[in-house]
């Protein structure tokens, strides 16, 4: 796949919380096709950036632009319906509900008529599609339950469940981070083929190693500021670190 044009592009954001400047001057694009890795240490405003794009919170200043077009989400329904699809670490799924109905979730298929009984086989059929798309092969029982599920199983399930509303646009927050090895390997390898599917994806991730391994783009965030905008493929672990801890200037 090769990268295409802006779908999400970030002007000039800046957002307080009180006495912090959590971003300032945010300057930011994701390209159709690419994976970018967003990183900086602890407090650097990766997960406030993200909360921003995915319309959690406002921004205090500066605009968005959601496929050339400017957007103001006033609220996250807003920018999922726009295409922007968000994974938190912290898996937001039913641990009580099968792997379909997690899936379905608030937007389950019915027989076009309001409270008629859902179109069962037809979410199996996408659930069972999807996931043979992503190349999932180790979720064979749809309908188990997701509590039984291993964590990386969880979070393909909710990298699957982002991907039915057919977004441009998938945001990571540090999705490997709960992960063991493996597992990690597998979520890795569904990011690219995100990207592979055109999507512009956008990953938090405090796993050097990985960011190499994973991104086109490695974003540096220092105190709410955007201090590197790297080509993955010309750089070293050495020069990430350097720009997160700010023992090099990159701009
Ligand atoms: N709702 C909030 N109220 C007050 N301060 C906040 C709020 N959200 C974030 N902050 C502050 O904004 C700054 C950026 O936080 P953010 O969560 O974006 O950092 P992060 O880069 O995601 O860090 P981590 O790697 O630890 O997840 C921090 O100083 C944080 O304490
Ligand atoms: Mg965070």
Request: aromatic share 2%.
């Amino acid at each position: 796949m090769t990268v295409g044009k802006k779908v999400l592009e970030l002007n000039n954001i800046d957002k307080t919380f009180g006495a912090v400047n959590a971003l300032s001057g945010i300057q930011l694009s994701v390209l159709a096709g690419e994976v970018i890795a967003l990183v900086g240490d602890n407090g650097a405003g990766k997960s406030t950036l993200v909360k921003i794009a995915a319309g959690v919170i406002p921004p205090d200043q500066g605009n968005i632009l959601f496929d050339g077009e400017p957007v103001v989400f006033r609220g996250p329904m807003e920018a999922t319906r726009a295409g922007i699809a968000v994974i938190y670490q912290d898996l937001a799924l039913c641990d009580n509900l099968s792997v379909v109905s997690n899936l379905f979730l608030g937007r389950e298929i019915q027989n076009g008529i309001p409270l008629s009984p859902l179109n069962e086989e037809a979410m199996e059929s996408k659930v069972l599609e999807l996931l043979k798309e992503l190349n999932v092969g180790q979720i064979r029982e749809i309908d188990i339950k997701v509590g039984n599920l291993s964590g990386g199983q969880r979070q393909t399930i909710a990298i699957a469940r982002s991907l039915i509303g057919e977004p441009k646009v998938v945001l990571l927050d540090e999705p490997t981070a709960a992960l063991g090895v493996a597992q990690k390997v597998e979520v890795l390898k569904l990011i690219r083929r995100l990207a592979d599917r055109g999507i512009g994806v956008l990953v938090i991730s405090h796993n050097i190693s990985e960011v190499l391994e994973v991104s086109d783009r490695v974003v540096v965030l220092r105190l709410g500021k955007v201090v590197a905008n790297f080509e993955t493929k010309k750089i070293t672990s050495d020069d990430v670190v350097a720009a997160i801890t700010g023992s090099k200037s990159f701009n």
